[in-house]
């Protein structure tokens, strides 16, 4: 919890209004009655800053957080009822920064240690989301063990991921406090954002600087960056592309009757409205659709019994 | 120039502020109450008032077709926009965290004291959107607006008790009837995330003011704590937005000489610098002990029935008051509660996971009779049967307790139970009602995450009234009385059951096609070696 809550401040900091954050924390750490510490959350054994603060919005929490929920606000199919504050109300000129962590494994990433989201879900997430120009670029960064798996299998253009750990390694915890009883905070984590306490908004540092930054021997396994579908060289993409909310003023060309001062592409951001018609019909139509396949996929299985059965006996 | 800038700008602020101040179109007063508690709690009250004059609640009528633009200055406007989106009479929305005691900490100042969240609305009918339609908006809006889980209060715990909720305000006469729409979430929490968004609908945040007393370091800790959001028309008068905090605070559990004092300073942990310039009154109302020597500081501005008050607008600041005792608290042998005419007691007993019993003990304090409605809102998890309903008065079992009951049975998977029933306690009597419940066999996927843990029952109602000579119940004489919650251990599956049922299917069908396939496919013959081999 103390991982994302670090990676929500830090983003807040470096300029991106809740507007343009969800957060989704399936636990009620902060105020539960057995936090010795009520309404704060600590990333360091001596306590010394408070990540939950005095200021923060939680978009979904404890049962919302489910895989169904996050996949929803990826692709943005969701009931007109739903309100802005619940959506990701990106466009094609977009960046998004997705950070998850919690337990996982080979390909996958637990969730309420209940379900489980797979490295194909994400992927064919993050494809829907290309198709529907909901992004311009996306960084993906996870926080688990064997993480790396976790992006192994993206195949949209335009998405850097990066992770903690490799295959068949754990990713460990950074700093145990001993008032609290539990380690606070993982320490691929941790060493991302002490390298981002440097960063400011003006700040032209760039993602290899902080893919080099991680020290192999600290953090006890081998952090892994996939840019290969990511069409800039590393070393000419900011941090604040993806961190910061940096205003940029784009002055157009005297012919066009209104000079528009545009934001430049930011992390979960715009909005752009899908009419809710055509969401629910979308979505009705896929549900019809995976019905009829149901019933093709039984019909297949029980003429493949059927021809199983015919085979053995024509053997015979 | 830029000297001059700088000094134009506070003075255009104070301007605005004034014309605020002048225009009188809207409100906004705040008020702090502070009781010191039989048991050596202390209980604040926060409430932030803010009243549009002459307004009045859009008719679902109008719903279709363009709406009033809205300009606000002291009104939250984020809140006006779903009120107006879904034509909303009347909200109440409460989000409390721990059991609030009747019997040691009286009648508290809000009456929506049910743990969990709570939220119930009173909206016209006639538009082309249902009701319902809007009653899911809304609930989704405000889930929305206040960061809490409030699109789980849907159709499986919604419910429309109108004669324990009566609007508090007034409803406008339109052509078709208001209806009351009522769901509770026992098991939904309140933390800072809540507060933030509360904060935001003020018009000087927690900036200055009263509301800068509002940390939330040491309201989360406190051993009881709630907010309300309640939004009412009066006729005549306009539409009344209040926001309330509520927190029980323990002065004994942080100070070592188990003395009864508190200050701004120890209970919040902050004092006032500033008032909030465009609250129109901005008082702090402290209750003075009776019968025990005490000190406070500063001096209040008034002292009325053992009830100091403070004008935060006028005091220096900044204000830090201080309520002192010279002697140690002893904790008292008996508790008194004259504000609550019973106290209540709810169980549900049985360790069966298929049955179970609910039983409700409620003690009349009071020595002549008093009739309550009782209510059951719940889920259908849990199911009545009504026939084995006992009444045992002071241990004897006793008809005529009950009269006036509703009753809608609950629908598997999909509606509430609706129990409702006019109890008349006799004087000075303990009545005990038992009934026995079912409780549900879940599906696979409508268990949460954490199955084990049990399912979280919204708290009963109880609203006392007074009967007329017709037979009609009056208006209550006083606010609602929440019992506590119960938790309920439904049967849960092995969960890792699926999978253990699928490996053992898949090795069953592997063995035994691979058996017959070999079986089948295989050709058996007699080999025959010579006898001279053999040796």
């Known amino acids: 919890m103390a991982n994302a809550l670090g990676m929500y401040r830090t983003v807040k900091r470096l300029g991106i209004p809740d507007s343009n954050i969800i957060l989704m924390l399936a636990d009620d750490a902060s105020c539960n009655s057995r936090n010795k510490f009520p309404g704060s959350v600590y990333a360091n054994p001596g306590r010394h800053l408070d990540l939950y603060g005095e200021n923060i919005e939680v978009d979904y929490r404890g049962y919302e957080v489910t895989v169904e929920n996050f996949i929803r606000v990826l692709t943005g199919r969701m009931d007109p009822s739903v309100p802005r504050s619940k959506r990701l109300l990106s466009d094609e000129r977009s960046n998004i920064f997705v950070y998850m962590t919690g337990h996982g494994g080979n390909e996958f990433l637990k969730f309420q240690d209940n379900e489980e989201i797979s490295a194909f879900d994400i992927a064919d997430a993050f494809e829907q989301m290309y198709q529907k120009k909901r992004y311009n670029e996306i960084f993906f960064m996870i926080d688990t063990c064997q993480a790396n798996t976790m992006f192994s299998k993206l195949y949209s253009p335009n998405i850097l991921a990066t992770g903690s750990s490799g295959l068949g390694e754990n990713s460990y915890s950074h700093a145990n406090d001993n008032d609290i009883g539990v380690a606070v905070i993982d320490a691929f984590t941790h060493y991302v954002l002490e390298f981002m ?14 893919f080099n930054s991680i020290d192999v021997t600290k953090i006890n396994s081998h952090p892994g960056v996939r840019s290969d579908l990511f069409s800039r060289p590393l070393d000419k993409t900011r941090i604040t592309d993806f961190f910061g909310g940096v205003a940029q003023v784009e002055i157009l060309p005297p012919a066009e009757p209104l000079v528009a001062s545009e934001e430049e592409p930011e992390p979960e951001h715009r909005a752009t409205f899908h009419p809710p018609a055509r969401l629910v019909k979308s979505e009705s139509s896929i549900a019809s659709w995976l019905k009829e396949q149901k019933t093709l996929r039984s019909w297949a299985s029980v003429s493949l019994l059927a021809a199983g059965v015919g085979w053995v006996l024509s053997k015979k | 120039m830029l000297l001059g800038y700088r000094l134009i700008w506070p003075a255009t602020l104070l301007h605005l502020c004034l014309a605020v101040l002048g225009s009188q179109s809207e409100l906004f007063t705040e008020k702090l109450t502070i009781n010191s508690l039989q048991d050596g709690k202390v209980a604040s009250k926060f409430t932030f008032t803010a009243l549009l004059k002459g307004a009045s609640p859009r008719d679902p009528k109008t719903l279709d077709g363009e709406d009033e633009s809205q300009h606000y200055t002291l009104f939250p406007l984020a809140l006006g926009q779903i009120l107006r989106e879904y034509g909303v009479t009347e909200l109440h929305l409460t989000l409390n965290a721990g059991n609030w005691n009747y019997d040691r900490w009286g009648y508290p100042g809000e009456s929506g004291v049910g743990t969990g969240a709570e939220l119930w609305a009173w909206m016209g009918d006639g538009a082309s959107k249902t009701v319902d339609e809007r009653w899911k908006g809304l609930r989704n809006a405000l889930a929305g607006l206040f960061c809490a889980s409030l699109g789980s209060l849907d159709e499986l715990r919604t419910t429309s008790p109108a004669e324990s909720f009566v609007p508090e305000g007034s409803l406008p006469r339109w052509d078709a009837a208001h209806q009351i729409r009522h769901a509770s979430l026992p098991s939904e929490h309140v933390c800072t995330e809540n507060l933030t968004p509360f904060l935001k609908l003020l018009p000087c945040k927690s900036l200055s003011g009263i509301a800068s007393l509002l940390n939330p370091h040491r309201l989360f800790d406190a051993d009881w704590h709630g907010m309300g959001v309640h939004v009412l028309w009066h006729e005549g008068e306009g539409v009344e937005v209040r926001l309330t905090f509520q927190a029980v605070s323990d002065p004994l559990r942080s100070l070592l000489g188990k003395k009864q004092d508190w200050s701004f300073q120890s209970l919040y942990d902050r004092t006032i610098h500033r008032a909030c310039p465009v609250a129109q009154s901005s008082e702090v109302v402290v209750s003075l002990p009776t019968n025990a020597v005490y000190a406070i500081q500063p001096e209040p501005h008034a002292v009325e029935r053992n009830l100091a008050v403070y004008d935060v607008n006028t005091i220096d600041k900044p204000l830090n008051i201080r309520l002192i005792w010279p002697d140690p608290f002893t904790y008292p042998l008996e508790y008194h509660s004259d504000s609550t005419p019973f106290s209540v007691k709810r169980m549900l007993r049985g360790s069966s996971q298929a049955w179970g019993q609910l039983s409700v003990v409620i003690t009349n304090h009071r020595s002549t009779e008093v009739k309550t409605l009782y209510l059951e809102t719940m889920p259908w998890l849990v199911q009545f049967y009504l026939h084995t309903i006992q009444t045992r ?16 049975p609950s ?32 599906r696979y996927t ?47 599956p092995d969960f890792s059951m699926p999978y253990n049922v699928i490996i053992f299917t898949c090795s069953v069908v592997a063995f035994s096609f691979g058996s017959i396939f070999n079986l089948l496919t295989r050709k058996f013959a007699v080999l025959r070696f010579p006898p001279d081999n053999a040796q």
């Open chain 1, 197 to 210: 306490e440097e960063i400011n908004k003006t700040s032209t540092v760039s993602m290899q600087e902080l």
């Open chain 2, 393 to 408: 008065v002071n241990g004897v079992i006793k008809d005529g307790v009950f009269s006036n009951l509703t009753y809608i």
């Open chain 2, 411 to 442: 629908v598997p998977h999909s509606r509430p139970t609706t129990f409702q029933v006019l109890l008349t306690l006799p004087p000075k009597s303990t009545v005990e009602i038992t009934m026995e419940v079912t409780k549900a066999f879940l």
């Open chain 2, 446 to 492: 409508e268990h949460p995450p954490d199955a084990q843990r049990g399912w979280d029952l919204p708290p009963a109602v109880f609203t006392p009234v007074e009967v007329m000579e017709n037979g009609s119940s009056s208006p209550p004489l006083m606010g609602r009385i929440y019992s506590s919650t119960l938790l309920v251990d439904l049967a849960t």
